[in-house]
């Protein structure tokens, strides 16, 4: 018997290999050193190997775990502050942001980050994909928490400061390489770190953020360091006017002409896309992160994801920020993603539960390049999957004749706390109600401590600005 | 000092009271014999109470228990079997609900009322407003369990058999009369039972499912009982049809001129109302419950719920049936109705969360007709409310400055664990993670026993109606 780190075995796997959900009846999977050495029935593989660690999913469901492809972690400091408000970047995030983006908010931060994860986990989340400023000391917390990470650094040269309707940003070309070099730096540092969980992308924060040099600049460098560039592409009617003023045409078109749609673009929202431009985009190879809850919470908008894959594009999911969305959990996003889409078009067959999972899963770790390491429980991928209790309210009952409705009760009832393991790279990140690498409770005392210093600092701005929730607090509504 | 039964104290009470969400720093709640006593300051209350039992909301918020206005609980029994297809009453429910409806089905049909109470209580709900038949077994369910309820009985005179689409529903009147009677019994048997926490509506299932004379007659019964008609009211493009085809005109301008349309009425959904429509139910003193999940899963449609607030109508919210929705959970209720409601007028100051947090409590306690008991804490109310955590990462970190986001991640980030207590008339029906009044594991382990039988008696037909749901088990997307 070959000795193992760890056998998962149980009555439902959902592997997601092939076309639908790949469901297995009755099966054990075979982990060690992180990656799966085989999935097939019980007798067979508890015969075959002896492991060191025996997951009894009995009750439970075995699942790929989740990828959140775009966040903004450190910004869940932020929870709850940015929303049900028009100009949401300004008028919300506004006077928010500026302190969590002075020196004063580099702790709130890193906190914030900590916090996005632990939420996260907890819903099964095992790939995030972080983008921002500061990354180095969120590549050393993946590191510490044992999740898999795409991090992205923010590279922008437009000037931080409100700009009147219709003013073009000032660039600055110092800001934009210093901003570049860190990048690059992270880049040397991480790409492939964490035992080779985290990987790194580049991140241009949008065609209008940047120069159309800085843009061609980043996509050389992409094609020498053989990542993707992860930027908001055509994300809404500001990024639209910009262009235009600038060049004359809407973002997508400009950055076809620029040859910047490729499989090496993940392109992030496309908010302000209509539906041929969403389908130029899949036909070039480009991939799609959809952040259903932000942009319905920001813009009140569902993004033309249906269209891009009928286009023949993968599409990933993202939870985007927890001020205007306002979580990290991805069970939401799938729900939300298959609701959203079914009222876009005025029809209930249009993104059914299966199809929102594998965005989830399998065509998540497609669109952001991953599809042979993770996404589908299949021999000689890494062992990152999740497991979950069929004993909860939520999933109850189970049918398995004439259809099984793990899926749907999973996308359209489960909440978030039916995930009960957690393992990524064969280790176990949470089980037992618990994430097993770090200290939840210290975490979240800590956030809470930070948070009324950066509410105080934010005061001033948030009176002057006098968005809707400064109305709301006065009128009692809050 | 007075002995009372029960005090709850915390620092952050959102009783509801007045325009807003009437909050209130650092209070005590005195309770008495199921009453609200008194809110004050802690120092006051304590001071002037002696209570058997002290709650102590310490890292809480009490808010008012939420109400669920609209739910069909006997089919939590079928949870995720019909869903992500067209024609949702034929060829997704159709095959299930024949043998629920079916002598084989009763004991389903009670259990699974139980399986939606218990999931509902865990998020909060303590006022479930539910439809159906078999009622009595529902009422002493509600008894034992503890919580409030308005009952509808179904009243149909439509034969229930397959109809070709255009045919006009064949009418029984003997059928029809056998429910009413039915109608009638529950009320006799139930109205202010369970030590007043049973209110028996009439439920005359849609225009479309009754004749005129039916409905006139439960009129003049509604207005002799003093209680309120509950109806299906324009709820899809079938209801309009079939009242278009025997009237020759559509639902609401039909029942408008049949007097119909007044302060008695308690219209569900309008799914294929205009807003001309909607506001012309609000104007003429009409109630509305508006189904989000449900509707945008069966429909993918946005009710006009807005329309009818702003023509001045009250709104609740209803979670309907598992099949086709697929939760009781009115915290996902709020937050799909706040961002559908974004999308449906792509603005995302429509529905803020301020407002949904009334439909779910006060607005829709008033929308019931019981604004004057329940739907806020004030003196005089019946003691219903619920404890929330606020150390979950979901509603981490807490800001009380500039201003308070408490009601947004209740909206928007909560999941329904975060729920630790629900109190309905100054009893503690849950907390420690336990219905406090029944056997929960005994319930979901007798749904699971017979969900099987049903699924096996439900097969054949399923697949003979081969619909979406027959599609995705022989693709292997199930």
């Known amino acids: 018997m070959q000795k193992i780190d760890l056998v998962v075995s149980g009555p439902h796997f959902y ?30 593989i508890l015969a075959s190997y002896q492991a060191e660690r025996h997951l009894d999913a009995t009750d439970q469901a075995v699942l790929p775990g989740f990828i959140d492809a775009h966040m903004h972690t450190a ?19 506004g006077p928010f942001a500026e302190v969590l983006e002075s020196s004063q908010g580099q702790a709130a931060r890193e906190v914030g980050t900590q916090l996005a994860f632990i939420e996260a986990i907890r819903t099964g989340t095992t790939t995030f994909g972080d983008f921002g400023n500061g990354m180095d000391s969120v590549c050393r917390w993946v590191e510490k928490v044992g999740v898999r990470a795409c991090i992205t650094v923010t590279i922008r040269e437009a000037v931080r400061r409100i700009y009147q309707p219709g003013e073009l940003y000032e660039f600055d070309a110092d800001m934009g ?7 690059l730096e992270v880049m040397e540092k991480w790409q492939g770190g964490a035992g080779g969980r985290i990987r790194v992308l580049f991140g241009p924060q949008g065609a209008d953020f940047v120069s159309r040099e800085m843009l061609l600049e980043v996509r050389r460098l ?5 990542t993707k560039i992860h930027m908001h592409t055509q994300q809404g009617d500001r990024e639209t006017a910009q262009i235009m003023k600038r060049y004359g ?13 490729d499989s090496n673009l993940l392109a992030v929202h496309l908010t302000d896309a209509n539906e041929e431009e969403a389908a130029l985009v899949a036909q070039r190879g480009a991939s799609m992160v959809l952040c259903s809850g932000s942009i319905g919470i920001i813009d009140g908008i569902v993004p033309p994801a249906h269209a891009f894959q009928k286009a023949g594009g993968k599409v990933a ?7 205007g ?16 889409n079914k009222i876009r078009y005025t029809d209930p067959e249009v993104m059914p539960a299966w199809k929102v999972l594998r965005m989830a899963t399998i065509e998540g770790a497609e669109a952001l390049g991953l599809g042979q390491e993770i996404g589908s429980l299949e021999e000689g991928k890494r062992a990152d999957f999740i497991l979950l209790d069929l004993n909860k309210p939520s ?6 004749e004439p259809m099984r409705n793990i899926v749907p009760n999973l996308v359209y009832s489960a909440r978030g706390d039916e995930v009960t393991t957690v393992v990524v790279d064969g280790r176990v990140v949470y089980e037992h109600g618990k994430i097993q690498t770090v200290n939840e409770s210290e975490i979240l005392a800590t956030a809470q401590g930070l948070a009324q210093g950066i509410g105080v600092a934010a005061s001033k701005r948030f009176w002057e600005i006098d968005g809707s929730n400064a109305h709301f607090m006065r009128e009692g509504k809050l």
Chains 1, 2 share one sequence.
């Not at 076309?19 to 029935?41: E, K, N, T, W």
């Not at 992409?222 to 053989?226: D, G, K, N, P, S």
């Open 317 to 323: 999911l993202g939870s985007d920020q927890a001020p």
């Open 15 to 44: 592997t997601m290999a092939g076309p639908g959900v790949g469901y297995q009846p009755d099966r054990a999977m075979a982990v060690d050193r992180g990656r799966i050495l085989a999935i097939g029935s019980q007798a067979e």
């Open 177 to 183: 390489r210093r901003s570049l070099t860190e990048n």
């Open 395 to 400: 999933m109850t009952p189970l049918y398995s």
């Open 325 to 340: 969305n306002n979580c990290h959990n991805i069970i939401n996003e799938m729900k939300l993603t298959a609701l959203f």
């Open 249 to 261: 045409q809407r973002p997508i078109v400009w950055l076809d002409d620029l040859g910047y749609l």
């Open 75 to 93: 910004e869940a400091i932020l929870r709850g502050l940015a929303q049900d408000t028009s100009h949401w970047m300004m008028y919300g995030l």
């Open 222 to 226: 992409a094609l020498e360091h053989q």
